[in-house]
């Protein structure tokens, strides 16, 4: 168990200091669902992405295919929750499978290769143009993580989220649209927690290890613009040493 800790807390260190000196990644949010024979094209392009550096590829399994032949064991009510939120925030009247969001901002047909690689850099292009780049500050303490964020004066009212999320799941499917297939989910998320408000002060928050599952392979911290508006900073962290 020591031996694990202080790999956990080696890699995040790395990840910590490398994340300070690059470039924001762009954050990619992908809502699917393994009861939705349209999504298995899109899953597996999100898969591609989340080889990147400079991408947070995060799958969101929804729930409300659920009562279509198939439950989704990935599925989360919060993954619901969060498409429902990010349509009201851009006025949309629908929601569907596969959606991609990207940096908050942008919404894509996810199996859309086009336009998911135009979205992307698009949003590159504008991460580069803030006028402030604001370096998340992770440090482990024991089990726990301590989040350290700069003062950002004008970065207006926003909020932190946690994100944990899993390296990759294999399911065969035996009902539902996708009935005989054998699905691979990259970056599934697990879980997603609100940390709570930022409105640009100099802060530091004690993030527990009861904040994400104990399962998790990764964690991302997005600071999200309220209301579910654009992404201003994030940052992705291993938890688990690579077999």
Same mark, same amino acid.
């Given at each position: 168990? &020591?031996?694990?800790?202080?790999?956990?807390?080696?890699?995040?260190?790395?990840?910590?200091q490398n994340a300070?000196?690059?470039?924001?990644?762009?954050?990619?949010?992908?809502?699917? !669902?393994?009861?939705?024979?349209?999504?298995?094209?899109?899953?597996?392009?999100?898969?591609?992405?989340?080889? &990147?550096?400079?991408?947070?590829?995060?799958?969101?399994?929804?729930?409300?295919?659920?009562?279509?032949?198939?439950?989704?064991?990935?599925?989360?009510?919060?993954?619901?929750?969060?498409?429902?939120?990010?349509?009201? !925030?851009?006025?949309?009247?629908?929601?569907?499978?596969?959606?991609?969001?990207?940096?908050?901002?942008?919404?894509?047909?996810?199996?859309?290769? @086009?336009?998911?690689?135009?979205?992307?850099?698009?949003?590159?292009?504008?991460?580069?143009?803030?006028?402030?780049?604001?370096?998340?500050?992770?440090?482990?303490?024991?089990?726990?993580?301590?989040?350290?964020?700069?003062?950002?004066? @004008?970065?207006?009212?926003? !909020?932190?989220?946690?994100?944990?999320?899993?390296?990759?799941?294999?399911?065969?499917?035996?009902?539902?649209?996708?009935?005989?297939?054998?699905?691979v989910d990259i970056?599934?998320? &697990?879980?997603?927690?609100?940390? @709570?408000?930022?409105?640009?002060?100099?802060?530091?928050?004690?993030?527990?290890?009861?904040?994400?599952?104990?399962? !998790?392979?990764?964690?991302?911290?997005?600071?999200?613009?309220?209301?579910?508006?654009?992404?201003?900073?994030?940052?992705?962290?291993?938890? &688990?040493?690579?077999?």
């Open positions: 168990m &020591r031996f694990m800790s202080v790999i956990l807390s080696l890699t995040l260190l790395v990840f910590s300070i000196a690059a470039e924001r990644p762009v954050v990619i949010e992908l809502f699917t !669902s393994q009861g939705c024979s349209s999504c298995p094209p899109a899953d597996r392009l999100l898969g591609e992405l989340a080889e &990147r550096d400079d991408l947070i590829a995060l799958a969101y399994h929804i729930d409300y295919w659920d009562y279509i032949g198939w439950k989704d064991p990935l599925g989360l009510k919060a993954a619901t929750l969060r498409q429902r939120a990010y349509a009201k !925030s851009m006025h949309s009247r629908q929601i569907f499978t596969p959606q991609l969001i990207v940096d908050g901002t942008v919404l894509v047909v996810g199996s859309d290769e @086009g336009a998911v690689t135009a979205a992307i850099k698009e949003a590159q292009r504008a991460a580069r143009n803030q006028p402030q780049a604001i370096a998340i500050g992770l440090r482990p303490d024991g089990g726990d993580l301590i989040l350290n964020l700069p003062a950002s004066p @004008g970065v207006g009212a926003a !909020s932190i989220w946690l994100v944990a999320f899993d390296d990759r799941h294999v399911t065969d499917i035996p009902r539902g649209e996708n009935s005989g297939r054998t699905l970056h599934a998320v &697990r879980a997603i927690t609100n940390l @709570g408000p930022w409105r640009g002060a100099s802060a530091s928050q004690r993030i527990p290890s009861s904040s994400w599952p104990p399962s !998790s392979d990764n964690i991302a911290i997005l600071v999200q613009a309220d209301g579910h508006g654009a992404i201003v900073a994030a940052q992705k962290l291993r938890l &688990r040493a690579i077999p």
